[in-house]
């Protein structure tokens, strides 16, 4: 009986030939993630039950990205917990401000989760890794803590889902238009506790960028984990990267999976996720007249140089509206930089738009950018739970890039096109 | 094993936003978390709990963010079970980590008005509403979750484990 790529990654880093969903195990991590608000209960868990080793100093990060530049004192106690933590075990891998972003689009882009990789973060988006053909889920400081000193973790083998996309995308449909049409199809608990694997023409054909998008957002549909089997694309990524080998699994032929959607794309819309739930994917020409007073452009979701071009595209020439603040930013420092440099930066500050210093701030409703009673905000993060971004009287609509930029223009909900 | 207590029935996809919101991120103690418990959801909700109450709530209780946070607000409320329908899991690896009783059961929210006493019976998963004089039996618990349950946690497991590689 043939294994899905999940099925291959969790034996082979079980000690097992062949491992099957429900099988629970005991997985040697390749690597660790830990954050601002999820690392410093782990560290205090550590010391609590004396346990002071670090399984492998090469293989931990410790990212402030949440609430970094900190926003008031405790922040700044929290980051100082990782720092010192870091220093005194020798963890190589600690993002102090300057190198800190947001976790999930640094990892890649430092070459420090790569295919085949079994990975674990203490932040529920940890499954974006799953784009570059890594089983990579989200747990929390516990389990944080435990793999930190052990190199460890328990998992139950996830059930697959395959999800097939095939046909011809229209204008202005990205990777997250697909996966808020994906979730809206199978609900915020349709995946829950199984791996989404993506398959077919249309995800062959995406920049790495967008799967990374696909597969961050799983978690709002309950997944594990979300997985693209590596390629060509995959390899011209990784290779330059790479701070050590990788490997590439495939899914066999014959490898079960407890249900396959497929969906042709043709005739799929920019998508807009409506309150309160990322389930609630409305094609945007079914939107109506929703009147916005933020848009935010950044988070794991949509914060990289792609997503800002597509934004800039859009945005340029033109002025946000008088009634909206729109709000940048970039999810790295080297995003930071390729977008100062290639002038999409300016082109956002020209429009009347704020660029700001990488963070998650606004998407969880942190600092730098909360939303007051009764606003609404149009988003390219992934979550639009009640209070989400600030404010439990404020709402939150999830969009692509385009149509963030678009709409900031428009100051209501629009396509694209509608301001070209 | 035996706990007793008054239930309060939420519905279905309560998120970790909804039971412990950002703003309130940047502290793990378990008492200042309680006292911002559900808060999003039920501003009341921290004033009217009491130590030894149940959450009974309908499917994918716990969904969206890591935050172990999320947890500790419901044990700092005083807060003695969750039994759910279904359970996020992130949330459940959560809670079976660290000692909080989490039991899925079909149709227990069903069961349930705020208000009612519930009595749960840990070892045979058997959930009785006494008020209403209605049962019903909870899905088994995995025995490799067990054993972390029996154990104290996965942090008092990792102990055990070291000692016993040591000798």
């Given at each position: 009986m043939g294994m899905t790529i999940t099925e291959k990654i969790l034996a082979a880093h079980s000690g097992n030939k062949q491992v099957r969903p429900d099988d629970l195990i005991m997985a040697k991590v390749d690597f660790v993630m830990g954050n601002d608000v999820t690392a410093p209960l782990a560290i205090s868990q550590l010391k609590k039950y004396g346990l002071g080793g670090v399984f492998d100093l090469s293989r931990v990060a410790l990212v402030p990205s949440h609430f970094s530049p900190p926003k008031d004192i405790k922040a700044a106690n929290n980051v100082r917990v990782l720092r010192e933590f870091a220093k005194e075990k020798g963890i190589v891998n600690f993002f102090e401000l300057g190198a800190a972003g947001i976790e999930h689009a640094l990892l890649p882009e430092q070459g420090l989760v790569l295919p085949g990789d079994l990975v674990i973060g203490a932040d529920s988006h940890t499954c974006t890794y799953?784009?570059?053909?890594?089983?990579?889920?989200?747990?929390?400081?516990?389990?944080?803590?435990?793999?930190?000193?052990?190199?460890?973790?328990?998992?139950?083998?996830?059930?697959?889902?395959?999800?097939?996309?095939?046909?011809?995308?229209?204008?202005?449909?990205?990777?997250?238009?697909?996966?808020?049409?994906?979730?809206?199809h199978v609900g915020v608990d349709g995946a829950l506790y199984c791996a989404m694997e993506f398959v077919g023409g249309v995800i062959e054909s995406m920049s790495i960028q967008e799967r990374l998008t696909m597969c961050n957002m799983a978690i709002e549909a309950g997944g594990k984990s979300g997985i693209i089997s590596p390629d060509a694309t995959t390899e011209a990524f990784v290779k330059p990267r790479a701070k050590r080998p990788y490997s590439f699994y495939a899914s066999d032929e014959d490898a079960e999976y407890e249900r396959i959607y497929e969906f042709c794309v043709d005739g799929?819309?920019?998508?807009?996720?409506?309150?309160?739930?990322?389930?609630?994917?409305?094609?945007?020409?079914?939107?109506?007249?929703?009147?916005?007073?933020?848009?935010?452009?950044?988070?794991?979701?949509?914060?990289?140089?792609?997503?800002?071009?597509?934004?800039?595209?859009?945005?340029?020439?033109?002025?946000?509206?008088?009634?909206?603040?729109?709000?940048?930013i970039p999810a790295t420092p080297t995003i930071y930089k390729d977008a100062m440099e290639k002038g999409i930066l300016k082109t956002f500050l020209e429009a009347g738009a704020v660029v700001s210093t990488p963070t998650c701030g606004p998407c969880l409703g942190g600092y730098m950018g909360v939303l007051g009673d009764g606003e609404k905000a149009v988003s390219s993060s992934n979550r639009n739970f009640v209070g989400r971004m600030g404010s439990p009287k404020s709402e939150v609509y999830l969009a692509n890039p385009a149509v963030v930029a678009a709409s900031a223009v428009a100051g209501k909900i629009v396509h694209p096109d509608d301001v070209q | 094993?035996?706990?007793?207590?008054?239930?309060?029935?939420?519905?279905?996809?309560?998120?970790?936003?909804?039971?412990?919101?950002?703003?309130?991120?940047?502290?793990?103690?378990?008492?200042?978390?309680?006292?911002?418990?559900?808060?999003?959801?039920?501003?009341?909700?921290?004033?009217?709990?009491?130590?030894?109450?149940?959450?009974?709530?309908?499917?994918?209780?716990?969904?969206?963010?890591?935050?172990?946070?999320?947890?500790?607000?419901?044990?700092?409320?005083?807060?003695?079970?969750v039994l759910a329908e279904s359970f996020a899991r992130i949330f459940f690896r959560n809670a079976i980590n660290t000692g909080l009783l989490v039991l899925e059961a079909d149709g227990v929210r069903g069961v349930f008005d705020t208000g009612d006493t519930v009595r749960v019976d840990v070892k045979s998963g058997t959930i009785v509403n006494e008020t209403k004089g209605r049962s019903l039996t909870a899905k088994p618990v995995p025995a490799f979750i067990q054993e972390i349950l029996d154990a104290g946690g996965l942090m008092e497991y990792a102990k055990k484990k070291l000692q016993t590689d040591a000798r």
């Open positions: 799953g784009a570059l053909g890594a089983f990579s889920t989200g747990v929390g400081s516990t389990d944080l803590a435990y793999a930190i000193a052990m190199g460890e973790v328990w998992l139950k083998v996830p059930p697959s889902l395959k999800f097939c996309y095939e046909g011809k995308r229209q204008p202005y449909v990205y990777g997250k238009d697909l996966i808020l049409y994906t979730i809206g799929i819309e920019p998508q807009v996720a409506l309150p309160n739930l990322p389930s609630n994917a409305c094609p945007i020409s079914e939107v109506g007249e929703v009147k916005i007073d933020q848009a935010f452009l950044g988070s794991c979701t949509n914060g990289c140089l792609e997503d800002l071009e597509i934004g800039a595209k859009v945005i340029k020439g033109k002025r946000v509206h008088s009634d909206v603040r729109l709000i940048v | 094993m035996t706990t007793q207590g008054r239930v309060w029935v939420f519905g279905d996809n309560i998120d970790t936003d909804g039971i412990i919101p950002a703003r309130y991120l940047t502290t793990f103690d378990a008492k200042e978390l309680g006292a911002h418990c559900m808060e999003d959801v039920d501003p009341e909700f921290s004033s009217k709990v009491k130590p030894g109450d149940v959450l009974v709530a309908g499917k994918n209780f716990g969904c969206g963010s890591s935050r172990e946070h999320a947890v500790l607000a419901i044990k700092g409320a005083g807060i003695a079970a």
